[in-house]
């Protein structure tokens, strides 16, 4: 059973002595306000198994078995040592491997040599009985060990499906699990490292101050509705409001640096045809990916590719230049290019820094001025060719995009390129908000956490207002139900399939 919240502890129904004690702390101590008992999820009971390593030739591979029947079919199946002797898996020892065979009990035939590791419960993944079988990595192997596994009656697990039952038996919480995911898709050290955090609960423990202050908060709104003859013990509920809103903002903050991290972000090439959209692609990526040619319009499609910018995931998106033409497949381009323009969370507006500005230019301005008077930091002006002599200063397109960052490149001496990566990152973080520690978040977790911090604020607001204490209770209650879909204290088993069902097929 996963271990009770410290409101929790206390909880005592039908104890006489809460009888004996004032209206407040019965209240305490009897009421819950926000647990929900994961055995009100569906809980399997039956075996599972896959395979948990890519496939593909490699020089290893894992199958995972998990469920109480593991050690039964993994002996069935597994003779120890070179003399092939039956072994009786559940009598191993706990988290130490045994070198042996996998031998098809049908036919006494050899399917591969094998080390095999048995975890006992609850010390394993998902808190059940789980035996690992690492064998040579070939995919013939590995299907046909798993064959055997689910012929002796496993069923194939699910996609995330040891993971939820980690979560389901109280190994971790949704954060955690969540956070899983995190580690197995992140794309830069720096983006791994966050995720580690998140799995060892940095984020149920931030979020600890916050849901103590409204569970006390809520504790007290309860008990004055619920005996409004009887003397309730005084609390200040304002300065426990807002160490609640304190504690959620510096958690709403972090969290959008995380998504950043975990998420990445698109990052739009535009410009008028042949002014080095392609060229500062390739540099960029420090590899010559997109062609690059003296003739306007080499670029007819969208190319796109993922850098690490100071561990952020960015993937670049060169666009076909934009221009009045009659050329059919260059519109299609084009059109393609204003469509990455709508979805891109930057974008690198690129000129001919030698040249004076044109009308296509002034076309590509046209579609960026709504951009630029919603948001000036997800624009960079960018003016190639500084290399060579007759500089420009384009004052006309600076004046159209005020507030956009201007930097000077060249893509043949690399001039201004580090730069112009420094000023990209500082846009990206300005936009997501300053955090001491960023929060590797999704943005369903994100999303929840905004919903705490606006029912949170929506309580004192109400409070303010002198508004009946059972309303300002509903909205304390809407902020604890946000940070129990965080944590998976108040989840629907919808969701929960919704999130499970992006793993892999083995974790």
């Known amino acids: 059973m996963p271990p009770r919240t410290s409101f929790e502890r206390y909880h005592r129904p039908g104890d006489p002595a809460a009888n004996a004690v004032d209206p407040f702390h019965h209240a305490l101590l009897t009421r819950q306000p926000v647990e929900i008992p994961r055995n009100t999820i569906h809980m399997y009971d039956d075996t599972i198994a896959a395979i948990a390593t890519p496939v593909g030739d490699g020089g290893i591979g894992v199958i995972r078995i998990s469920g109480d029947r593991s050690p039964e079919i993994a002996s069935r199946l597994f003779q120890r040592g070179k003399r092939f002797r039956p072994v009786d898996v559940r009598a191993l020892r706990s988290h130490h491997l045994y070198y042996g065979h996998i031998v098809d009990p049908s036919t006494a035939r050899v399917v591969d040599e094998v080390l095999l590791a048995r975890m006992g419960a609850p010390r394993s993944y998902t808190s059940e009985e789980v035996v690992e079988i690492s064998c040579h990595g070939g995919p013939a192997a590995l299907r046909e060990i798993l064959r055997l596994i689910l012929s002796h009656g496993a069923r194939q697990a699910e996609p995330g499906e040891f993971t939820l039952r980690a979560f389901l038996n109280g190994r971790i919480d949704l954060s955690q699990a969540e956070a899983v995911m995190a580690v197995v ?12 955090e998140e799995l060892r609960g940095r984020l149920t423990g931030r979020l600890g101050p916050a849901r103590d202050a409204l569970i006390e908060a809520l504790a007290f ?35 959008r640096i995380g998504v950043l991290y975990r998420e990445g972000i698109q990052i739009a090439i535009v410009g008028r045809p042949n002014v080095g959209k392609s060229s500062l692609l390739n540099t960029l990526l420090r590899t010559e990916r997109a062609i690059v040619t003296d003739i306007a319009g080499t670029t007819r499609d969208v190319i796109t590719e993922t850098i690490n910018l100071r561990g952020i995931p960015a993937t670049l998106v060169d666009t076909a230049g934009i221009a009045e033409t009659a050329d059919v497949i260059e519109r299609i381009g084009i059109d393609r290019s204003r469509r990455a323009v709508d979805t891109a969370g930057m974008i690198l507006f690129v000129l001919d820094g030698s040249q004076p500005v044109t009308d296509d230019d002034r076309r590509v301005a046209d579609l960026l001025e709504p951009c630029a008077r919603d948001d000036a930091g997800r624009i960079i002006i960018v003016f190639n060719k500084r290399d060579l002599p007759a500089k420009q200063t384009h004052q006309e397109i600076r004046e159209r995009l005020p507030g956009s960052p201007v ?22 973080i300005a936009r997501a908000g300053e955090a001491a520690e960023p929060a590797m978040v999704t943005m369903r977790q994100q999303q929840a956490l905004r919903r705490a911090l606006e029912s949170t604020q929506a309580a004192l607001r109400a409070l303010g207002e002198a508004v009946p204490l059972d309303l300002v209770a509903v909205d304390v209650r809407e902020a604890l139900d946000a940070i129990g879909e965080v944590t998976g204290e108040r989840v629907s088993e919808s969701v929960l399939n919704e999130i499970f069902s992006r793993f892999c097929i083995g974790k």
């Open 185 to 196: 898709s992140a794309r830069t050290s720096e983006s791994l490292h966050l995720a580690v």
């Open 221 to 255: 709104l309860d008990a004055s509705a619920d005996f409004p003859e009887d003397e309730i013990p005084p609390m200040d509920l304002t300065t426990t409001l807002g160490q609640a809103i304190t504690a959620l903002e510096r958690v709403v903050s972090a969290s």
């Open 407 to 428: 930097v000077e490149i060249s893509t043949v001496t690399r001039a201004g390129i580090d730069r112009l990566e420094d000023v990209l990152y500082a846009c990206l």
